[in-house]
Each structure stands twice: as C-alpha cells, then as structure tokens.
T-cell receptor, first 112, second 111 residues
Framework: NAGVTQTPKFQVLKTGQSMTLQCAQD?????MYWYRQDPGMGLRLIYY???????DKGEVPNGYNVSRLNKREFSLRLESAAPSQTSVYFC???????????FGQGTRLTVV | KNEVEQSPQNLTAQEGEFITINCSYS?????LHWLQQHPGGGIVSLFM???GKKKHGRLIATINIQEKHSSLHITASHPRDSAVYIC?????????????FGKGTLLTVNP
C-alpha cells in the first residue's frame, strides 16, 4: 500500500521561481492537508481540504495556493518562492475528523 | 501560550530505560494523536485515543480527559526508538478537521 505519496522529495529553487508540490493518497480519504515544519515551530497548517471540492486556509497560507484536483490529489503551489518558504513540507490525509492521520515522506524545499 | 505543550523538549536515555513523554493541552478535544518522526524521515501515526489507554508493542499511550493530559510511555527503550515524538489534538470547537500540534520531544536512546 502506497498510502500518501509526495513529490518531489527534495527541491532547490531560486527566489521568484514557481513550483508545485504534488500529493496523492490511495486510501479514499476525504480530508487532505498541507503542513510546513520549521525548527522550533512544530507543524503548521498551510491549507486543507475537508472534502473533494473544498479548500480552506490554515495558519500560514500567504504565498501558497492549493488545488484539490480530485479525491486522491491535493497540490500545493508556490507562485513566487521566497527564502522564508525554505522548509520541510508534509502532506497528510485522513478519512473523517476523528480518524488517524497519514503523512507523506515530506519535501525538503530550499529557496536561495 | 500554545494550545498543546509537550515535556520534556529533549530527552536522553540509556538503552533499556523506561521513557515517559508528556502532553498537556488547554482546549476541549475529541481525540489526541501521538506521532513519531525519525531524523530526516516522514511522520508516522502511533496512536489516536479519546479515553483510557492503548498499547502497541513496547509503546503505551494514556489520556486523562478531565486533566487535559496524555502520556506516551516506552518500555525497554532501544536506540531505534530515537526520534521526535509529536502530540497533536483534535479541538472540539472551531474547525475540527484541523489538528493542533505540539512542538515535539526529541528522544535519544544511547546503546
């Protein structure tokens, strides 16, 4: 079982470049999430999608956009990357609000 | 003040020791999660609990809803248990699709 698959695993961008982080889950989960993890800050929610067709902002949405392409896929786009977006990004999914969460392996993004 | 506080932030133990990591939270919750993250690795769910106690192998998680407190215990610790352990809660109010995370406890188990 693949679970939650994120691509790419590593990426280096120059300031101002754009990129899309891809996330797919094969568990038929309704809810999907994008988090960033920074030293000393813990996991912070960027955007989430409670169900197919809906997306909502989390704690730190500025500089990001998302698309819930279908039930399986939830992508995160950086339109104009900034050094402050250097972080480790995690995608997660779960079925309903009181079920276990499954995480991808993470994407290490460096913006220079 | 963070809604979810973990202690200690860092913990070093010798192989075989009994480990306890604590999590306190300030809001009403519907569930609490314990997660594990190995260095440079992904995040794995260990437990989700809303009452009582759960056990999986050498890991035990307990929760006291009235005291808003949970503990994660590791018996007979091993160097492969070295990881960051993260507590997360599902708040009852607001959008309960969102988890609120603690900052994690870095556990190092020496051989």
């Amino acid at each position: 079982n693949a679970g939650v698959t994120q691509t790419p695993k590593f990426q280096v961008l120059k300031t101002g470049q754009s990129m899309t982080l891809q996330c797919a889950q094969d568990m038929n989960h309704n809810s999907m999430y994008w988090y960033r993890q920074d030293p000393g800050m813990g996991l912070r929610l960027i955007y989430y999608s409670a169900s197919e067709g809906t997306t909502d902002k989390g704690e730190v949405p500025n500089g990001y956009n998302v698309s819930r392409l279908n039930k399986r896929e939830f992508s995160l786009r950086l339109e104009s990357a900034a050094p402050s977006q250097t972080s480790v990004y995690f995608c997660a999914s779960r079925d309903t609000m009181n079920t276990e969460a499954f995480f991808g392996q993470g994407t290490r993004l460096t913006v220079v | 003040k963070n809604e979810v506080e973990q202690s200690p932030q860092n913990l070093t133990a010798q192989e075989g020791e009994f480990i306890t990591i604590n999590c306190s939270y300030s809001v009403g919750i519907s569930a609490l999660h314990w997660l594990q993250q190995h260095p440079g690795g992904g995040i794995v769910s260990l437990f989700m609990l809303s009452s009582g106690k759960k056990k999986h192998g050498r890991l035990i998680a307990t929760i006291n809803i009235q005291e808003k407190h949970s503990s994660l215990h590791i018996t007979a610790s091993h160097p492969r248990d070295s990881a960051v352990y993260i507590c997360a809660v599902n708040p009852q109010r607001g959008s309960n699709y969102k988890l609120t995370f603690g900052k994690g406890t870095l556990l190092t188990v020496n051989p």
